[in-house]
C-alpha cells in the first residue's frame, strides 16, 4: 500500500523554463512533507518542506504547494538549471515514539536540457 | 555540517553470509534509520532508533536485525544475506522532536548478494 505516489517516473524541461514534480498522498495524519533532491552514488539531501497547516512554501528558486483537500503536493523549480538534474523524492512524515517517520515516494528523475 | 558515514560504498557478499552495515553520525542526533532504495519504489524504512538500545520496525524489517549501542552508531544486520537482498542501503540520523523533521543521510551502501 503505497501511501505517498510520485506517478511520474522522469520528467525533462528546457534550461531556464519551470519544473513541476508532483506527489500525491493518502494518509492524513501526515503533518509535514519534505522534498530531498538525490544524485548518483550519492545519499539524499534536504531541499524544502511544508507544514500541514500551510499552503505554501518557498525557498529562492524551490516553492512547494500543498492542497490538503485533493491529498496532493508539488514543488516548483523556477527557472530551472542543469545543476537541477537529479532524482526528487517527495516524502511525508508521521510521528511515531518521538520520531518523525518518513515515507518516501517512488522518486521523479528530473534531466534539465540545456 | 552533518555528517552522516557508512563503512562501506560498495558491498559484495555471497547467499547464507552474515552483513554487517555500519553507520555513525556526528552530530549527537537522537534518532538513526536505516532504508534501502530500490528502483520504482523509492525509499523504504527497515528499522529506525529513537535512543541507545532502542530500535522499532519499520515499514520492510523482515531478514534484518539491527544494533544501537552507542548514541552516535547505528549497525544493520544481515543474519543471512539473500539475493533479494541485493539493494542500495542508506542510513539517516535526526534530532528529536515534533518539530524535526528533516533526516540527514549518509552516501549509502550499494550491497549485491550474490
Known amino acids: 500500500d503505497q501511501q505517498v505516489k510520485q506517478n511520474s517516473p522522469s520528467l525533462s524541461v528546457q534550461e531556464g523554463r519551470i519544473s513541476i514534480l508532483n506527489c500525491d498522498y493518502t494518509?492524513?495524519?501526515?503533518?509535514?512533507f519534505l522534498w530531498y533532491k538525490k544524485y548518483p552514488a550519492e545519499g539524499p539531501t534536504f531541499l524544502i518542506s511544508?507544514?500541514?497547516?500551510?499552503d505554501k512554501n518557498e525557498d529562492g528558486r524551490f516553492t512547494v504547494f500543498l492542497n490538503k483537500s485533493a491529498k496532493h503536493l508539488s514543488l516548483h523549480i523556477v527557472p530551472s538549471q542543469p545543476g537541477d538534474s537529479a532524482v526528487y523524492f517527495c516524502a511525508a512524515s508521521l510521528t511515531s515514539m518521538g520520531a518523525q517517520k518518513l515515507v518516501f515516494g517512488q522518486g521523479t528523475r528530473l534531466t534539465i536540457n540545456p | 555540517d552533518v555528517k552522516v558515514t557508512q563503512s562501506s560504498r560498495y558491498l559484495v557478499k555471497r547467499t547464507g553470509e552474515k552483513v554487517f552495515l555500519e553507520c555513525v553520525q556526528d552530530?549527537?542526533?537522537?534518532?538513526m534509520f536505516w532504508y534501502r532504495q530500490d528502483p520504482g519504489l523509492g525509499l523504504r524504512l527497515i528499522y529506525f532508533s529513537y535512543d541507545v538500545k532502542m530500535k522499532e520496525k519499520g515499514d520492510i524489517p523482515e531478514g534484518y536485525s539491527v544494533s544501537r549501542e552507542k548514541k552516535e552508531r547505528f549497525s544493520l544486520i544481515l543474519e543471512s544475506a539473500s539475493t533479494n537482498q541485493t539493494s542500495m542501503y542508506l542510513c539517516?540520523?535526526?534530532?528529536?522532536?515534533?518539530?524535526?523533521?528533516?533526516?540527514?543521510f549518509g552516501p549509502g551502501t550499494r550491497l549485491t548478494v550474490t
Open positions: 552530530m549527537d542526533h537522537e534518532n
Open positions: 494518509n492524513s495524519m501526515f503533518d509535514y
Open positions: 511544508i507544514s500541514s497547516i500551510k
Open positions: 539517516a540520523s535526526s534530532l528529536l522532536g515534533l518539530w524535526a523533521t528533516e533526516q540527514y
